[in-house]
């Protein structure tokens, strides 16, 4: 480890490992640190999307999505195989081998790629005198040491919301991490939030036999999607099985006999429930405790998060900050982008967001999925609307997969034919919405959609049929 590098990047998970790698494709000099300690006391660069969000989360909800298809739809295949039965043992084995493969990666890709990995605690220094950035290093053993660098990145990510009023026990009243480490089924689930987060784990757990609940204090369900994705998705979910209960705000949660009571009111009054574990998923909020030193010129908004401009610059010079710790939807996705932008404008190439297509997957069965404005949304902004929709049911692969639920939308500019948004529940959603993405980018329109061939019997075929239904010339489904 050398005393200077021409970047620092703070923080090792799905917005920095990527700016600390383009950086060094960029013939920079480049370290990364990183804090992140599991529970058995290993460390491992990812954050927590890696090791303890999107991708145990995935492994999880694939391996429940199996055990619930061979119990419920093997049959309506002519397959038999009993009553099948589950080792959470060996799931969440699975599950363990897959996160250290993929947070092992990351140490490999630096190695080869030339990034310093320093795992310990970073903190931004005010500015040496020599114009160069400082960053105070701690590492595992308690030994500081002051690094300089050229430019700073701050990814330092997001931790959960917790609630004063529902104390955690880190067993029976748990986090979105600890809802990963279940080692049995509980009888009885409940979760606080129906967000992305308190969906996916409700949904794990609900196909390997909890009986699940899921507390919503909103009154709308899905409130930032369109309305009419958000109606089918609630449907197909309760018809599952989740109880989403809407407009129920938990008051307080205690332990009481091995198990979890709570309050809560609703629209019917006061209400209570007992189960045998409580999850909480009320959102994220960014981590910069301890990340700023007096004086280094980096502002943070009331919430904490770190304030920067449309290119992720900070109020100090030559410190960026992306990902969780700054403004917009807290999604790995959108982190790495900015990672990536940030180390390519500190190259003195060119980096750019395109913050108007985001998109958002929500990994339940159906999946859900959109990107850009919502009907409501265009129509709040004076556009003239026109809608194509296409039902999975219309879909002979959709039925051959007995994943027929659910549909595929277009919200589109009626003046100017431009696809504005696209919103999709229905299976494998999170993959088509890949194609939305790039027809939002290059500002494509409904006729763009319609002329491109698509692969028949494909799912993707609900995207061009959609389209097709914008301008009342669907083929395979009714023109409304």
Sequence with gaps: MTDRYDVIVIGGGPGGYPAAIRAAQNKLSVACIDDWQNHDGSRAFGGTCLNAGCIPSKALLESSELFHRAAHEFKAHGIAVGSP????????????????????????LFKSGGVVGLQGRGRLLAAGGQGDCQVEFTGADGAKQTLSAGSV??????????????????????????????????ARLGVIGAGVIGLELGSVWQRLGAKVTVLEAAEDFLALADRQLAAEALKQLRKQGLDIKLGAKVSAAAIDNGEVSVRFADGQGEQSAKFDRLVVAV?????????????????????????????????APNVYA??????????????????????????????HVNYEVIPSVIYTAPEIAWVGRSEAEARAAGVNVKVGQFPFVASGRARAMEAS???????????????????????????????????????????????????HPTLSEAVHEAA?????????????
């Design 283 to 315: 959102g994220r909020r960014p981590f910069t405790k301890d990340l700023l030193a007096e004086g280094t010129g980096v502002q943070l908004d009331q919430r904490a998060f770190i304030v920067v401009d449309d290119h992720c610059r900070t109020g």
């Design 322 to 351: 992306v990902g969780d710790c700054v403004r917009g939807p807290m999604l790995a996705h959108k982190a790495k982008d900015e990672g990536v932008m940030a180390a390519e404008l500190i190259a003195g190439r060119y980096g």
């Design 85 to 108: 039965s589950i080792d959470v043992t060996a799931m969440q084995k699975r599950k363990a081998g897959i996160v250290k493969g993929m947070t092992g990666g990351i140490a490999s």
């Design 468 to 480: 097709l239904n914008a301008d009342k010339r669907a083929i395979d489904t009714l023109n409304r």
């Design 405 to 455: 639920g659910g549909f595929a939308k277009i919200v589109a500019d009626a003046d100017s034919d431009r696809v504005l948004g696209v919103h999709i529940v229905g299976p494998m959603a999170g993959e088509l919405i890949g194609e939305a993405c790039l027809a939002l980018e290059y500002h494509a329109s409904c006729e763009d959609l319609q002329r491109t061939m698509h692969a």
């Design 153 to 186: 990145i701050l990814a330092s990510g997001s931790v959960p919301v917790e609630l004063k009023s529902v104390p955690q026990d880190g067993k029976r009243i748990v986090d979105s991490w600890g809802a990963l480490e279940f080692d049995a089924v509980p």
